[in-house]
């Protein structure tokens, strides 16, 4: 198991390299560069020099990668051109407020969506069925920072029980109960689309199971219904919904970028949006490997989780 | 059955027990204190260190916490004396002398001098001074004509320029200008971005990074403490967000509210402030080369676009129609007698027959959006229509602002007969001079992307510039915008106005023609 792990970890060497090589290179051929961002109408070829000077721009491309990725190998992410601090401080603070709102919302999606499958499955063409499946089909349609700003308008604008943005209030908060007030809307918005995916699939996998011999013989012997759904169907269900759930947890982290912009959460979505309009290079680069190498951790260890319960995946 | 019914019953008591949390358990959502002040921003600040930044978000920040050598006098665009009490300019334009006021501290304590003076403008022009290298200083070029700057005696600090140059004062009264603490700097190095200390009427207290940075009263204020207690800066980029906010009552104060949400705040739980601005929006045509290079298809252009139509219909009212290259905002330099190119289509067309182009075919470069630059694909749609209507065949080239400036600045030849382009300055000499003589082609170094050549406009801004009575520079300028009127080098659209909501809770707020934020003033109860 060991050297399995040591396999995986060197394997994502490569991966993060050809992540920096590919993120540079994006960053380097864009038109536009940061000194004409900063300097707006008066960007004059001779202003244009001179700060590309300052922000050590001015150097040829790969020497500009080389500098940067070593300093990188020392920690060094480099500083920020738009907001003037270290990229390191800014990408942590922001990646941690995007997986306080993703991780919400997985979390509900992956109950509701689950228990409106099961609850769909068990009653099949009956009123409960149909009404989950009408409000499926209405959460999916429904673009998501289109239901955030509907949802603004009715819990924050006209009933004032809900803060309109942002993860804190500015007076008086700071605790678990404003972060919830804050995450209520955000993480409700990003969860239902994904929350209809899961019920379909949800659904799905239960009517395929429910048909099967063993719930047949589970249902003779005098099982409880609620147990012969809860306790059989559904486990045996789980071995697809779970791929599922993966999918989705892809799409809830890349669908906060909207929701961010929409309720002012403080995430890395929205940061990267805005480097990338203000052409702030490092913190694009920066934030875009960081990323990636979260993302390459989390795949590691799903990989070594399976194998260690799965004895058919090789180690 | 015992399915649907355990799930029927706990959906509905799930359902209740929701609604009681929400109705009961959460308050209605708490106002603002009063005697605090919530504004709403576009963005997050990059820095609080004035010599660093760029961005009139920023600055609506800075305004308040430091002052300059002189500042606008409020309502105008006309300098007036700030941290220094008077001035003198000597005879060739070249020397000024400042008396500074006496006993102003900043809010770390340390004094404000002749020396503090000499060093912030030595910190950003001067490439080894120690601390250069806080910077780097975008806009320092606004004061590049600056040779040396000598310290008479403790009150009395002398700037030497290397030539004339007419726009020093006002530059003096841009956030550029704005005089930091040496003392912090010193201390905080880099960092003084993020601790700030100045002289203004608000100090810096907190900068909690995504959501607010706080100022709180400064009560020793030379020019009388202001009235409120503490302002809140919160960044909200998204303008619906904004909206909302507004209108939940989560900041008392917003400022550019997007025109379809204005009718919103039609109700008199809120006040709309609006103020025209040193903005002007406008088409760069190519003189150098194509239909554009004759002065009466330039012209035509002028008469088939329906500027009225673009500032109230595309707009919403949220504009002026533009007569002329320099925005009535400046009172004291603008030629009252300019009347904007009337909307007439039968006249383009009778001027595209005279110069034998009955149907020109033009490239127009048009962005997706930018810093002054409205509604730029809308109003590039609308100004293409028309432009049909008389003839025209236009082809549209949208790019995103980064890119598009990238395209335009380098000068139109060879790409594109129009462009779109918009500038807001804090000097009348600032537009002309870098976007309209022969010496600011792009190969020199300028904005004159339209390549617009003419003598006598070069002429009269060369000594607007060395002239140091503002009677005659006024008139100088004057003399230029009807030159520039009828050689038509641009289609003159729009001057923005400025607006801002705020509760009815604020009172004694105004903007200004600067488009500064400045809060002294303001109440909130």
């Given at each position: 198991m060991g050297s399995y792990i040591l396999k995986r970890l060197l394997s994502a060497i490569p991966v993060l390299l050809g992540i920096t090589i590919i993120v540079f290179a994006i960053m380097a051929m864009i038109p536009g560069d940061p000194a004409t961002a900063i300097l707006g109408s008066y960007a004059t070829p001779e202003n244009v020099e001179k700060l590309n000077r300052d922000l050590g721009l001015d150097k040829p491309a790969a020497a500009r990668y080389f500098i940067w990725l070593g300093n990188m190998l020392t920690g060094d992410f480099g500083q920020s051109f738009?907001?003037?601090?270290p990229v390191i401080h800014e990408v942590l603070e922001r990646f941690s407020a995007t997986l306080v709102l993703a991780g919400t919302a997985f979390v509900l999606c992956c109950f509701f969506g689950i228990l409106a499958g099961v609850v769909s499955a068990s009653r099949q063409y009956g009123l409960a069925d149909k009404a989950i499946t009408f409000a499926v089909l209405l959460g999916i349609s429904i673009p998501s920072f289109f239901l955030g700003m509907m949802m603004i308008l009715l819990f924050?604008?006209?009933?004032?029980?809900?803060?309109?943005?942002?993860?804190?209030?500015?007076?008086?908060g700071g605790d678990l109960w404003d972060l919830l007030k804050h995450l209520a809307m955000p993480a409700t918005a990003l969860a239902v689309v994904a929350t209809g995916v899961i019920a379909r699939l949800s659904r799905s996998a239960m009517l395929e199971v429910l048909r099967q011999d063993f719930i047949r013989t589970a249902r003779a012997k005098g099982v409880s219904e609620h147990r012969v759904i809860w306790g059989h169907a559904l486990r045996a269900a789980m071995v697809s919904i779970i791929p599922v759930l993966g999918i989705q947890a892809g799409f809830v982290l890349s669908g906060a970028v909207y929701i961010e912009i929409v309720f002012q959460w403080p995430g890395v979505g929205r940061m990267l949006v805005d480097a990338i309009l203000k052409r702030d290079i490092l913190l694009v680069q920066g934030g875009v490997v960081l990323v990636a190498a979260c993302y390459v951790i989390f795949n590691i260890m799903v990989d070594v989780a399976q194998s260690l319960l799965d004895p058919r995946i090789k180690t | 059955m015992q399915l649907m019914d355990w799930t029927r019953r706990s959906l509905l008591a799930a359902a209740g027990a929701g609604a009681m949390a929400l109705g009961l358990g959460l308050p209605v959502q708490a106002q603002t204190p009063p005697g605090v002040l919530v504004v709403g921003q576009i963005a997050e600040p990059k820095a609080l260190d004035p010599a660093a930044v760029t961005a009139v978000n920023d600055f609506r920040i800075l305004m308040n916490v430091y002052d300059g050598l002189v500042r606008y006098k409020s309502g105008t665009l006309e300098v007036e004396p700030a941290l220094a009490e008077s001035w003198t300019i000597s005879e060739d334009g070249t020397e000024y002398t400042f008396k500074l006021r006496d006993g102003v501290m900043f809010h770390d304590g340390s004094a404000f001098n002749a020396d503090v003076v000499k060093f912030n403008f030595d910190r950003m022009l001067k490439e080894d001074h120690p601390y250069h290298n806080t910077g780097p200083f975008p806009l320092s070029f606004f004061f590049s004509a600056v040779e040396s700057v000598d310290v008479i005696d403790a009150q009395t600090v002398k700037f030497k320029l290397n030539a004339p140059y007419a726009p020093f004062l006002s530059n003096l009264a841009y956030p550029t200008g704005l005089i930091v603490s040496q003392a912090a700097v010193e201390q905080h190095g880099a960092d003084f971005g993020r601790n700030p200390s100045g002289t203004g009427p608000f100090k810096f207290a907190e900068w909690r990074s995504n959501e607010a940075v706080v100022v709180e009263k400064n009560p020793d204020y030379w020019d009388g403490a202001a009235s409120l207690e503490a302002v809140v800066y919160r960044p909200i980029t998204d303008a619906n967000t904004r909206t909302a906010e507004m209108l939940a009552g989560g900041i008392d104060l917003m400022v550019e509210v997007p025109p379809v949400a204005l009718s919103e705040f039609q109700t008199d739980a809120y006040r709309v402030s609006e103020q025209a601005g040193p903005h002007v929006w406008f088409l760069i045509l190519n003189a150098k080369e194509g239909p554009f290079a004759d002065k009466l298809v330039r012209q035509a252009a002028n008469y088939a676009v329906n500027k009225a139509a673009l500032v109230n219909d595309v707009l919403e009212g949220t504009a002026e129609v533009a007569a002329g290259p320099t925005p009535p905002a400046f009172a004291w330099a603008y030629n009252e007698a300019l009347e904007p190119y009337p909307y007439d289509p039968e006249r383009a067309k009778a001027l595209l027959a005279e110069a034998g182009m009955q149907n020109p075919s033009v490239t127009f470069f048009v962005t997706e959006g930018g810093s002054g630059m409205l509604d730029p694909v809308a109003m590039g749609t609308a100004i293409q229509a028309d432009l049909e209507a008389v003839g025209f065949s236009v082809k549209i080239q949208t790019y995103e602002w980064n890119t598009f400036l990238g395209e335009v600045n380098p000068g139109l030849?060879?790409?594109?007969?129009m462009a779109e382009m918009a500038w807001m300055t804090n000097?009348?000499?600032t537009l002309p001079f870098l976007a309209l003589r022969t010496e600011a082609w792009p190969d020199k170094g300028g904005f004159n992307s339209g390549y617009y050549s003419n003598p006598q406009v070069d002429a009269l801004l060369d000594e607007a510039r060395t002239a140091t009575d503002q009677g005659r520079r006024a008139e100088l300028y004057k003399e230029m915008q009807t030159i520039v009127h009828d050689d038509a080098p641009w289609v003159f659209v729009a001057n923005w106005k400025q607006n801002a909501v705020t509760s009815s809770k604020v009172d004694n707020f105004q903007l200004e023609p600067s488009f500064f934020l400045l809060l002294k003033d303001v109440v909130k109860n």
């Amino acid at each position: 198991m060991g050297s399995y792990i040591l396999k995986r970890l060197l394997s994502a060497i490569p991966v993060l390299l050809g992540i920096t090589i590919i993120v540079f290179a994006i960053m380097a051929m864009i038109p536009g560069d940061p000194a004409t961002a900063i300097l707006g109408s008066y960007a004059t070829p001779e202003n244009v020099e001179k700060l590309n000077r300052d922000l050590g721009l001015d150097k040829p491309a790969a020497a500009r990668y080389f500098i940067w990725l070593g300093n990188m190998l020392t920690g060094d992410f480099g500083q920020s051109f738009a907001l003037n601090r270290p990229v390191i401080h800014e990408v942590l603070e922001r990646f941690s407020a995007t997986l306080v709102l993703a991780g919400t919302a997985f979390v509900l999606c992956c109950f509701f969506g689950i228990l409106a499958g099961v609850v769909s499955a068990s009653r099949q063409y009956g009123l409960a069925d149909k009404a989950i499946t009408f409000a499926v089909l209405l959460g999916i349609s429904i673009p998501s920072f289109f239901l955030g700003m509907m949802m603004i308008l009715l819990f924050a604008v006209s009933l004032k029980w809900l803060p309109v943005s942002g993860m804190y209030a500015i007076y008086g908060g700071g605790d678990l109960w404003d972060l919830l007030k804050h995450l209520a809307m955000p993480a409700t918005a990003l969860a239902v689309v994904a929350t209809g995916v899961i019920a379909r699939l949800s659904r799905s996998a239960m009517l395929e199971v429910l048909r099967q011999d063993f719930i047949r013989t589970a249902r003779a012997k005098g099982v409880s219904e609620h147990r012969v759904i809860w306790g059989h169907a559904l486990r045996a269900a789980m071995v697809s919904i779970i791929p599922v759930l993966g999918i989705q947890a892809g799409f809830v982290l890349s669908g906060a970028v909207y929701i961010e912009i929409v309720f002012q959460w403080p995430g890395v979505g929205r940061m990267l949006v805005d480097a990338i309009l203000k052409r702030d290079i490092l913190l694009v680069q920066g934030g875009v490997v960081l990323v990636a190498a979260c993302y390459v951790i989390f795949n590691i260890m799903v990989d070594v989780a399976q194998s260690l319960l799965d004895p058919r995946i090789k180690t | 059955m015992q399915l649907m019914d355990w799930t029927r019953r706990s959906l509905l008591a799930a359902a209740g027990a929701g609604a009681m949390a929400l109705g009961l358990g959460l308050p209605v959502q708490a106002q603002t204190p009063p005697g605090v002040l919530v504004v709403g921003q576009i963005a997050e600040p990059k820095a609080l260190d004035p010599a660093a930044v760029t961005a009139v978000n920023d600055f609506r920040i800075l305004m308040n916490v430091y002052d300059g050598l002189v500042r606008y006098k409020s309502g105008t665009l006309e300098v007036e004396p700030a941290l220094a009490e008077s001035w003198t300019i000597s005879e060739d334009g070249t020397e000024y002398t400042f008396k500074l006021r006496d006993g102003v501290m900043f809010h770390d304590g340390s004094a404000f001098n002749a020396d503090v003076v000499k060093f912030n403008f030595d910190r950003m022009l001067k490439e080894d001074h120690p601390y250069h290298n806080t910077g780097p200083f975008p806009l320092s070029f606004f004061f590049s004509a600056v040779e040396s700057v000598d310290v008479i005696d403790a009150q009395t600090v002398k700037f030497k320029l290397n030539a004339p140059y007419a726009p020093f004062l006002s530059n003096l009264a841009y956030p550029t200008g704005l005089i930091v603490s040496q003392a912090a700097v010193e201390q905080h190095g880099a960092d003084f971005g993020r601790n700030p200390s100045g002289t203004g009427p608000f100090k810096f207290a907190e900068w909690r990074s995504n959501e607010a940075v706080v100022v709180e009263k400064n009560p020793d204020y030379w020019d009388g403490a202001a009235s409120l207690e503490a302002v809140v800066y919160r960044p909200i980029t998204d303008a619906n967000t904004r909206t909302a906010e507004m209108l939940a009552g989560g900041i008392d104060l917003m400022v550019e509210v997007p025109p379809v949400a204005l009718s919103e705040f039609q109700t008199d739980a809120y006040r709309v402030s609006e103020q025209a601005g040193p903005h002007v929006w406008f088409l760069i045509l190519n003189a150098k080369e194509g239909p554009f290079a004759d002065k009466l298809v330039r012209q035509a252009a002028n008469y088939a676009v329906n500027k009225a139509a673009l500032v109230n219909d595309v707009l919403e009212g949220t504009a002026e129609v533009a007569a002329g290259p320099t925005p009535p905002a400046f009172a004291w330099a603008y030629n009252e007698a300019l009347e904007p190119y009337p909307y007439d289509p039968e006249r383009a067309k009778a001027l595209l027959a005279e110069a034998g182009m009955q149907n020109p075919s033009v490239t127009f470069f048009v962005t997706e959006g930018g810093s002054g630059m409205l509604d730029p694909v809308a109003m590039g749609t609308a100004i293409q229509a028309d432009l049909e209507a008389v003839g025209f065949s236009v082809k549209i080239q949208t790019y995103e602002w980064n890119t598009f400036l990238g395209e335009v600045n380098p000068g139109l030849e060879g790409k594109a007969d129009m462009a779109e382009m918009a500038w807001m300055t804090n000097d009348p000499d600032t537009l002309p001079f870098l976007a309209l003589r022969t010496e600011a082609w792009p190969d020199k170094g300028g904005f004159n992307s339209g390549y617009y050549s003419n003598p006598q406009v070069d002429a009269l801004l060369d000594e607007a510039r060395t002239a140091t009575d503002q009677g005659r520079r006024a008139e100088l300028y004057k003399e230029m915008q009807t030159i520039v009127h009828d050689d038509a080098p641009w289609v003159f659209v729009a001057n923005w106005k400025q607006n801002a909501v705020t509760s009815s809770k604020v009172d004694n707020f105004q903007l200004e023609p600067s488009f500064f934020l400045l809060l002294k003033d303001v109440v909130k109860n």
